[in-house]
């Protein structure tokens, strides 16, 4: 069965600073019409960063659409064009202050594919040193250091609880643990 | 530091069938006014499923968001008020015709927190044995078997590319390993 669905009709809905939404009308596989309501987003990076200890580099910070302050490894949104590993090594030091001299790619994946075109590029990024922090104007954020088996632990207990956190940590724990 | 972004004004710009958006004007920690554009969803459920001899049920879909076929875990949207265990035991019967005795949560998490309230409750469902196959009418789906191992390398070539679906694969394979 061929499962493609072929764009009869799209309608953008709204361009905003971030995102952008659009609702297409699709023919599907059986020849009827449906509709994919779709949001558009220039992708994204987050970065696992260990320093010499083994000691994770993380960020509290409020997130407004799940109303609470989350832990979260360090992550930026892509200007459009930028490479994703500039817009990584941009984004760890913003945030965080450091640079990292090992950079090194993980995955790139769907955050929410059913809705959503964003691609969230995770890197690993070791060998820590001393850069500017220069957070975003309308970022307010706090340096939290955490070793990875914490972190790995806070998983379980939902105090770390976003997709690209977790994604990341049982990455680098898993890795941690067979080397 | 109080991290808190204060709502001062809520404005819905679109709702449809899966999400809504709107844009808030919220007061930062310095005093200061920013937006945040931001996606609603109802949530969703996800769901790995093994049989007895290990091998994970997943299923192949056109996503009209990333204009590609994913492979990914059984998974669905939440319907308003809907228990999300109710909706795993809907969803996996419903895509993949089985049922399962055995089920166990295994965290929640949000997959885009940066602009989307989405929050996914995932699965391990286990004991598994044949009910009714019922997609949604708009839903066009191929299954496949695939053992633990052959998914876990998966993701790392990219061929496994979604946020749920490498969160469950990377945390059933780890405890798989040390069973």
Not at 4 to 10: A, L, W
Request: aromatic residues 8%; proline residues 3%; charged residues 30%.
């Amino acid at each position: 069965m061929d499962l493609k669905e072929v764009t009869k009709d799209s309608k953008e809905i709204f361009k905003g600073r971030i995102l952008r939404l659009r609702v297409d009308t699709v023919e599907l596989p059986d020849g009827s019409q449906g509709t994919r309501e779709i949001v558009e987003h220039n992708g994204a990076v987050a970065i696992i960063a260990l320093d010499d200890e083994g000691r994770l580099k993380m960020v509290r910070q409020y997130r407004k659409a799940a109303e609470m302050i989350m832990l979260e490894i360090p992550a930026g949104t892509l200007e459009t064009g930028e490479d994703p590993l500039d817009c990584a090594r941009r984004e760890l030091e913003e945030e965080t202050g450091l640079k990292a001299r090992h950079w090194e790619k993980i995955l790139s994946y769907y955050s929410a594919p059913g809705f959503c075109n964003e691609v969230l590029h995770l890197y690993l990024a070791r060998d820590l040193y001393p850069g500017e922090k220069n957070p975003d104007e309308d970022e307010f954020l706090e340096l939290v250091d955490i070793t990875l088996e914490q972190a790995y632990h806070m998983i379980f207990q939902g105090q770390i609880c976003d997709g690209k956190s977790i994604i990341g940590i049982q990455y680098a724990y898993y890795r941690m643990e067979r080397t």
